[in-house]
């Protein structure tokens, strides 16, 4: 298991919000002992001179060899945290993606590997679930602003 820590910069990052029978596909944030604080959307870090809906595109490529398309336009969130006793603060944008139906079937969890290697798991989460005790879902904020932007749809 690696230990992680933010970077003391600013982070500039793209999630995408991938959704399937009202479930939210999110992956797992560990602790250094291996518990779960909470979940994030997939994607990552921005490459210098790549637009965040290339770098989302790219994320999902390269983490699930999947092809997504992005969808509308993102939500911009800063986010500064604290991560095992270290500052972190990373500027996101999170947009709707398309998945593919027939990539990763079902609901089960999903394996995959980052640039370093580490394996991550993600799995499918009601969201109602998250920021109510148990798991957090991060960055922090997305929630409120996930339920806000559905309930001004539905105006």
């Not at 793209?14 to 596909?25: D, E, F, K, M």
């Not at 002992?33 to 994607?43: A, F, H, Q």
């Not at 709707?96 to 590997?113: Q, R, S």
């Amino acid at each position: 298991m690696n230990v992680w820590r933010p970077q003391q910069h600013i982070q500039v990052k793209a999630l995408g919000l991938v959704w399937r029978n009202g479930l939210l596909l999110a992956s797992e944030i560990c602790l250094d002992d291996g518990s779960v604080k909470g979940v994030r959307p997939l994607g990552g870090r921005l490459e210098f001179g790549e637009t965040w809906r290339d770098a989302l595109v790219r994320e999902f490529e390269e983490e699930l060899d999947v092809s997504v398309d992005v969808i509308g336009t993102p939500l911009v969130l800063e986010n500064i945290f604290t991560h095992q006793g270290v500052v972190g603060h990373e500027i996101t944008f999170v947009s709707d993606v398309t998945f593919p139906a027939n990539a990763y079937h079902g609901l089960g969890p999903i394996e995959y590997f980052e640039d370093n290697g580490e394996k991550c798991i993600a799995r499918w989460y009601d969201i109602r679930q998250l920021d109510s005790g148990d798991l957090e879902l991060y960055p922090n904020g997305l929630k409120s602003q996930i339920e806000e932007s559905n309930a001004l749809a539905q105006l």
